[in-house]
């Protein structure tokens, strides 16, 4: 969002952030909502207008992908409300994600898909990048299925 980074769960055609969290949909820059398989992602292009794309790995053309695991803010965890996990940094940034961990699986990791296509002079580049999951330290995957 336009001050705030928010990580919730979708579950039931609802979206569900950590205890009273709410959000007003004209801040949001950017949402994603993802799987293993699949990913929506909905960027804001002016005020109150939106585009999309989906991007679901079983369709659609084969391609070449490189799978990254991006390390996560946080070296410190606190257990919130059953199912949600609050993790910080000595510089006072936080995270809040909506699984729960333990110290041994810091530090967490986004794993994102990056998609390779090639132009009119072979030359490979990147297309598309799509959220996978959350993962800890060892690339095990946390919650979110």
């Known amino acids: 969002m336009d001050y705030r980074v928010a990580i919730g769960k979708y579950e039931d055609g609802k979206l569900i952030l950590p205890g009273e969290e709410t959000f ?3 801040y949001i820059q ?3 909502v993802f799987c293993e398989d699949k990913e929506l992602f909905l960027w ?8 999309w794309r989906e991007r679901i ?13 991006q390390p996560l803010w946080g ?9 949600w996990t609050k993790t910080t940094e ?8 909506p699984f729960g961990l333990k110290e041994e699986n810091l530090p967490i990791r986004l794993l994102t898909r990056n998609y390779i296509d090639y132009n ?3 030359q490979a580049g990147y297309v598309d990048c799509r959220f996978v999951a959350f993962t800890d330290r060892d690339k095990n995957i946390l919650g979110g299925k």
């Open 24 to 26: 007003d949909p004209q």
């Open 30 to 32: 950017k949402m994603r």
């Open 44 to 51: 804001r292009k002016e005020e109150s207008i939106f585009s």
């Open 57 to 69: 790995d079983t369709e659609g053309n084969e391609q070449d992908v490189i799978d990254a695991w």
């Open 75 to 83: 070296t410190k965890i606190e257990n919130l409300e059953p199912g």
């Open 90 to 97: 000595n510089r006072g940034t936080s995270l809040v994600v």
């Open 120 to 122: 009119d002079n072979f």
